[in-house]
C-alpha cells in the first residue's frame, strides 16, 4: 500500500519517524527536521501472490532488509509468506569478527520481531550448498544464511583486513575468487557465487514445494542512483537468478530512499521502525558507538518515512529491463 503526501505533510511524518525511532532506542533530544517533497509516489501495491510462496530476500548487509523494505518484509510475514533471508556479505566494514558477528545476532533480534515473537530460539548450523560451507539458523518458520563475504565499501573498494576484497571486483573480474571473512569457504568466480545462491534458493522452494519471490535492492543506477556498491551487487545478482530461473520479485531504492518523498502509513512506520530499532538496540549492547541511528540520525528518520519498489521479472527477448 502507498500514500502520496503534500509538501506541508513532510514535517509532521519526519517528526513522527524520529520520535519512534528515539522512543524505541531510547536516544533523548533528537531533534526532527523539515523538508520539501521533491518527488511523488510511485510505489504500486505489492503483487497478489498465493500465500504458500517463499520471500527469499537478498540483501548485502545485515541491516538493509529493514532499513530499505521493513514494512513490507513484516506484512509480508503477516500475512503467511515463509520468509528465507540471504545476507550475502559480512558487512564487516574492515573491522573484527566481534563486530560483524554482533551484526549477525542484530538481524536475528529483527527477524525475532518480524515473526511477531522476540523470545523464539535460534538452531544455528552449517548448510553446505554447491560445495560451499554457509552459516544457516532457523528462527521459527523462517531460516537466515550468512555467506560472510568480505564488505565491499561503499566504492566496492574493500578493506585492508580482508585484501581488499568485494563482490563488485569479483564480478568485473579484477578479483580470481573472493574468501569468507571466516575463512569457510572460497568462492572461485562470479558465478560459482551466483550458481551457489541460485542453487539455494531452488533447494529452498524445492523443499517446500513453493514459488521463489525474490526481494533485493534496485540493481539500476538510473532508478536507484548513489547506492552502496555491496547493495548493487547484491541487486545484480538477484537479476541474473531471476532471468536464470523465471523467478519474479520486487527491487528496493537503497540510499536514495531518503531522497524521494514520504509514502508510508504511520503503521507501516511503526512496522518498519519495529525491526530497524530491534536491530540497533541490538548492536547497542556491545557499543553504543554501533548504533547506525545514532551516527546517521536523520537519514535513518528519512527512510522510516518511505519504501519504494519496483516489479522484478525475468528477461525475455526484445524487452528494454
Not at 8 to 25: E, Y
Not at 59 to 72: E, I, K, N, S, T
Not at 299 to 320: H, N, P, Q
Request: net charge positive; hydrophobic share 40%.
Amino acid at each position: 500500500m502507498s500514500i502520496s503526501l503534500s509538501g506541508s505533510w513532510t514535517p509532521v511524518i519526519r517528526a513522527v519517524s524520529t520520535v519512534l525511532l528515539a522512543q524505541m532506542l531510547s536516544v533523548p533530544g533528537v531533534a526532527s527536521s523539515s523538508g520539501s517533497v521533491r518527488q511523488q509516489s510511485n510505489l504500486a501495491d505489492v503483487d497478489v501472490v498465493n500465500l504458500a510462496d517463499v520471500d527469499v530476500v537478498i540483501v548485502a548487509h545485515a541491516d538493509d532488509w529493514q532499513v530499505f523494505m521493513g514494512d513490507a518484509i513484516v506484512e509480508r510475514i503477516r500475512s503467511g509468506h515463509r520468509p528465507v533471508l540471504i545476507y550475502l556479505t559480512a558487512g564487516d566494514h574492515g573491522r573484527e569478527g566481534t563486530y560483524w558477528r554482533q551484526r549477525e545476532a542484530a538481524a536475528m533480534q529483527s527477524t525475532r520481531v518480524a515473526l511477531g515473537s522476540t523470545n523464539i530460539p535460534a538452531q544455528c548450523d552449517s548448510a553446505f550448498v554447491n560445495a560451499h560451507q554457509i552459516a544457516h539458523c532457523r528462527l521459527g518458520w523462517s531460516e537466515s544464511y550468512f555467506l560472510r563475504l568480505p564488505d565491499g565499501n561503499r566504492n566496492g573498494a574493500g578493506f585492508a583486513r580482508n585484501r581488499f576484497e568485494s563482490m563488485r571486483k569479483l564480478r568485473s573480474g579484477r578479483l580470481h575468487s573472493i574468501i569468507a571473512v571466516d575463512s569457510s569457504t572460497r568462492y572461485a568466480s562470479w558465478q560459482d557465487l551466483s550458481a551457489t545462491v541460485s542453487m539455494l534458493a531452488r533447494m529452498v522452494a524445492d523443499s517446500a514445494h513453493s514459488r521463489v519471490i525474490i526481494h533485493t535492492t534496485d540493481p539500476s543506477i538510473r532508478v536507484n542512483p548513489h547506492d552502496h556498491y555491496d547493495h548493487r551487487m547484491a541487486g545484480k545478482l538477484t537479476e541474473s537468478l531471476l532471468n536464470a530461473n523465471g523467478w519474479v520479485g520486487r527491487y528496493y531504492v537503497g540510499y536514495a530512499l531518503a531522497m524521494r518523498a514520504p509514502n508510508r502509513t504511520t503503521l507501516q512506520q511503526q512496522e518498519k521502525t519495529g525491526v530497524f530499532s530491534a536491530y540497533d538496540r541490538e548492536m547497542m549492547l556491545i557499543n553504543p558507538a554501533w548504533s547506525a541511528y545514532r551516527e546517521h540520525p536523520r537519514f535513518y528518520a528519512d527512510c522510516m518515512e518511505r519504501t519504494y519498489s519496483r516489479s522484478a521479472i525475468a528477461r525475455v527477448v526484445g524487452s528494454r529491463r
